[in-house]
């Protein structure tokens, strides 16, 4: 019999007790839009703002498959273009099989440098993007490096999320060396003193891809709901029909879709409303060929 503690039953005076959605997010993802459309008083979602090394961590299976506390959970992937979701679960050590993905949109790859690096003259107007021939590999600085362990606990999340693509942008402020990021995460730790370049897309720096991806084992209407929400659709649509008939099938792995709210960071400090818990910053432009690169290419 339902009691006022499980999700969506009605509680004393007819209140109702709210499903909860876990939603893990990256640095630079901005899901306000998909979680205002998902919200309401019977369904509300529960940021873990993670780094992008414990990204898969929400899809490890728990005892007999099951999501990990018996949650259920959605996060977001990102992944090199020359690579692919399948390879990314792979390599965490989580079967693409048991994983359903659902591709939203594509983010350009940009390089920040201290305004007095050389790179910090580039025209970008009268030359382009900056190609990746044009970056010394030894002066590359990976955020992997300064990025904590991954908790074991993935409803756990760091302190200060993105710390690793923080740190690195902080040490090339002082003008040495260079980070190639995501836009959206670029523009999340721009600085005042940091110039930001769009970089060609080549084999070097391909760019990235990002999408949802849940476990088939805990595939519900709630998840559903929520992938709908990202597509677009609100509550009540005849579009969402489908998705109470065949919820395994709404969502196939690898489908491509434009996804609403790609990659604009939100308002800083907020994460009731679905946007990142880290502070954003929009990052500075100085001199010329300054500005960053788009942050998405949606398709």
């Not at 591709?103 to 940009?110: G, I, K, S």
């Not at 490096?145 to 200060?160: G, Q, V, Y």
């Not at 029909?241 to 800083?268: F, K, N, Q, T, W």
């Not at 946007?275 to 954003?280: P, V």
């Amino acid at each position: 019999m339902p009691t006022a503690d499980t999700p969506g039953a009605s509680g004393p005076a007819g209140s109702t007790v709210p499903e909860t959605l876990f939603l893990s997010t990256i640095p630079g993802a901005s899901p306000s839009k998909w979680v205002e459309r998902f919200t309401s008083r019977e369904r509300r979602v529960q940021l873990v703002n993670h780094d992008d090394g414990a990204q898969v961590a929400f899809l490890a299976p728990g005892p007999g498959g099951s999501a990990p506390r018996g949650l259920p959970q959605v996060g977001y992937l990102r992944w090199r273009l020359d690579s692919s979701p399948e390879a990314l679960l792979g390599a965490a050590g989580v079967d693409p099989e048991d994983v359903h993905v659902v591709r939203f949109y594509e983010e350009d790859p940009v390089v920040c440098v201290g305004q007095d690096h050389l790179l910090a003259a580039w025209d970008v107007e009268a030359d382009g993007p900056l190609p990746a021939s044009e970056l010394d590999p030894s002066e590359a600085m990976d955020p992997v490096r300064f990025a904590p362990e991954p908790p074991a606990d993935p409803l756990d999340a760091p302190e200060l999320p993105g710390s690793g693509e923080r740190t690195a942008v902080e040490i090339v402020a002082t003008g040495a060396g260079h980070v190639v990021l995501p836009a959206s995460v670029a523009r999340m730790f721009g600085r005042r003193d940091v110039v930001v370049l769009p970089l060609t897309r080549d084999t070097t720096h391909p760019g990235w891809g990002v999408g949802l991806a849940w476990l088939r084992a805990v595939d519900s209407q709630l998840v559903q709901d929520f992938i709908g929400a990202a597509k677009g659709r609100r509550p009540g649509s005849s579009r969402n029909d489908h998705l109470r008939d065949a919820p395994s099938e709404a969502a196939p792995a690898g489908r491509v879709r434009a996804g609403a709210g790609a990659a604009r960071p939100g308002p800083p400090g907020k994460t009731a409303s679905g946007t990142q818990g880290a502070r954003s910053v929009k990052g500075a432009r100085s001199g010329k060929g300054a500005r960053g690169g788009r942050g998405g290419r949606r398709r």
